[in-house]
């Protein structure tokens, strides 16, 4: 996903190299820039926030205030219900024909939406059926589900048409007409009330020629194309391949996807089998957003470019647990009033101030003072200098990466500028220091930039953009020394070899992180599921990460023998409670001080105020030896023994 969101094209890297001068960088190519803002830096948000708080549409705008729709325009034509595509991975039950799969990739979808809790808007619409239904009374067009947040609803509405037995003859199959298809995806998203951040169309088909030669039907879909790009809606193609005939892109929807290099459409467009349709149906409708849109300062206020932040890994989480009522199960909200103590008057929010201790003195501030407090200059990112980049270790990363991009709307040029630190950068192998202000009251922090040389993904491989990584730096404070009493032992020359061969005969070239799914959080949605949709089990879920403990042995077990001969001692039993010792492995536990009771001066101890700092056992021991029975807590046998030596 990260690839698909924040690709970096080295072709258009390299066009925009070639218009520009070699001295991109320098004084000589600020003529071609233009400053428009927008807003006042003010509103960019800080950099240290949560995740996905800012669009790529608006700098400041907050995300809950915006939506990212998506429209699955589904084929309906005959080839589409033909039943051939990848019928090895249909579930007992399922249909295999091209429609009910791509149907699949849809509920899937909506089944990851509910799941993640995401209430951004999902549209189904089948075009090339016998029936109608849209608010245009287009012929062929057929508005399944119109533009809303993912309800369970939905996913049991669309189910039926995976299935085998599935009755479609309420879609059938009639005249397709691309042109009217796209018409009311247009309306769909001129309906929606709330602001959005991305509209989307994601066509899914296998024929390439849907009006066989009519070239008014063509002409007038390429035109309805076109407009809604120009008013900011995408349209994405995901195709499939007939038997034994090979989806040919150029015939027709190369002028109505915008598609860059003709080789990157058949990577991008295509699908192969029903995995394949899935994980690409899921990178397209990944939600593009940026945490910020920031500028780049590479000298003075003079010279600056536009950049964009994305949110690199990130842990996922089950969703948070809401509180409700026990009588109609409605939501509990929790509100918060200040009252004063004295008077019990409410409070507005001008009326608190806050308050610290130093010094055994409470300092108070009022709301302006924390204001003034909390400003720290202009927010931006300044560039101060270069370092080698094998000086920035591993450990100096305090907070998880970030990854930085162009952003031409905002300031012309920027690309070709970047374009040029990013590819300089890269050849002499340094990273670039910078000081990050996200916004007025975000506090300044030291950035490294480190260029990523753009990677081609694969399927046991995530591919890797072009473009920096951006890795927050300590401040001094945030910097230990660990003082070590003791030495660390070190291996012989002999252990060191066979746990070496240990190391090269467990090698996993095809292990991955990003392709392994939490299995934790999968087993936990499969039981959603099963309750929200009345399944009568539970779906299985592999657990991709329980060793394969057979395989492992028969690699490496001689080995491990021998490296335990090496290490352990001969009565060594894995897993036996450990043995305390006065070596350097563990100290020896130090055997209990007895304490003469005889020989005290308890009258003295008492008198002096020491009584109470001997032991509950010592205690005791006195009560004991003077014919008393201890009972009760330590502050009982105090008193006891004051009682009876007063």
């Known amino acids: 996903e990260a690839s ?13 190299m070639a218009t520009s001068s070699a001295s991109a960088s320098g004084a000589g190519s600020m003529e071609t820039f233009s400053w428009d803002w927008g807003q006042e830096s003010s509103s960019y948000p800080s950099y240290g926030g949560a995740e996905e708080e800012v669009d790529d549409a608006t700098p400041g705008q907050k995300l809950t205030q915006s939506k990212d729709c998506v429209i699955f325009l589904i084929d309906c034509s005959k080839v589409m219900m033909e039943a051939d595509f990848d019928a090895d991975h249909c579930d ?6 091209y429609f009910s799969r791509c149907v699949k990739a849809a509920t899937s979808t909506l089944y ?4 993640d809790k995401n209430n951004d808007y999902l549209g189904v619409v089948f075009y090339g059926t016998n029936h109608m239904k849209n608010a245009n009374e287009f012929e062929g067009v057929y508005v399944w589900q119109d533009l809303d947040a993912p309800q369970t609803s939905q996913v049991k509405k669309l189910e039926p048409l995976t299935k085998s037995n599935a009755d479609c003859s309420v879609l059938g199959s009639g005249k397709v007409e691309l042109a009217n298809a796209l018409w009311v995806c247009g309306n769909m998203f001129s309906r929606v009330k709330q602001r959005t951040v991305n509209k989307r169309i994601l066509i899914l088909t296998n ?8 070239a008014q039907a063509e002409r007038a879909a390429k035109t309805k194309a076109s407009d809604l790009r120009e008013i900011g809606i995408s349209i994405d193609l995901l195709c499939m391949s007939k038997k034994g005939a090979m989806f040919n892109v150029s015939r027709f929807y190369k002028d109505i996807v915008s598609f860059g290099e003709q080789e990157d459409v058949k990577k991008e467009a295509m699908a192969d089998g029903f995995e394949a349709l899935i994980a690409k149906v899921g990178t397209k409708v990944a939600i593009r957003r940026t945490l910020m849109k920031i500028p780049f300062y590479l000298a003075d206020e003079s010279l600056c470019i536009g950049v964009k932040v994305f949110g690199g890994c990130q842990e996922k989480k089950k969703p948070e647990h809401v ?3 026990r009588d109609n199960n409605e939501r509990v909200e929790t509100r918060t009033r200040y009252y004063c103590d004295e008077t019990e008057v409410q409070l507005r929010f001008k009326d608190l101030k806050k308050s610290v201790t130093f010094g055994g003195q409470k300092v108070v501030f009022d709301q302006n003072e924390i204001k003034e407090m909390k400003t720290f200059g202009k927010p931006g990112l300044h560039l101060m200098g270069f370092k080698p980049t094998n000086r920035i270790k591993p450990t100096y990363n305090v907070k998880n990466c970030k990854f930085l991009y162009p952003d031409e709307t905002v300031i012309k040029g920027s690309i070709k500028l970047f374009a040029t630190l990013h590819d300089r950068l890269l050849k002499r192998n340094l990273s670039a220091i910078c000081r990050l202000v996200g916004k007025q009251s975000s506090a300044p922090v030291f950035l490294a930039l480190l260029a990523q040389e753009e990677t081609a993904g694969s399927r046991k491989e995530v591919g890797k953009p072009g473009g920096f990584i951006m890795v927050q730096l300590p401040y001094a404070e945030d910097m230990r020394k660990l003082d070590y009493d003791e030495e ?8 060191i070899k066979v746990m070496r061969n240990i190391i090269v005969k467990l090698r996993d070239p095809d292990y991955v992180s990003g392709c392994h799914q939490n299995y934790g959080l999968a087993k936990y949605s499969k039981h959603l599921e099963a309750i929200v949709f009345d399944k009568d089990d539970v779906e299985e879920v592999e657990d991709t990460t329980v060793p394969d403990i057979p395989k492992i042995d028969a690699k490496v077990i001689d080995d491990i023998e021998q490296f335990k001969a090496l290490v352990y001692p001969e009565d060594y039993v894995p897993c036996a409670k ?3 010792t006065s070596r350097a492995g563990g100290a020896a536990k130090k055997p209990k001080k ?8 308890v009258k003295a101890l008492i008198s002096s105020g020491q009584l109470k700092k001997l032991t509950v056992p010592v205690l005791k021991d006195i009560l004991k030896g003077a014919g008393l029975k201890p009972t009760g807590k330590k502050a009982d046998l105090l008193e006891q023994i004051e009682d009876h030596f007063a």
């Open 578 to 580: 450990r043995k305390a």
């Open 488 to 495: 660390a032992p070190k291996a012989d020359e002999e252990q």
């Open 112 to 115: 990851n939406r509910l799941a």
């Open 594 to 601: 007895e304490v003469d009771v005889a020989s005290m001066d």
């Open 92 to 97: 007992p039950g399922e249909s295999a024909s």
């Open 4 to 16: 698909e969101q924040h690709h970096f094209n080295k072709q258009q890297f390299n066009n925009n």
């Open 207 to 214: 024929e390439d020629e849907p009006h066989l030669g009519d």
């Open 323 to 325: 509180n409700i009522t």
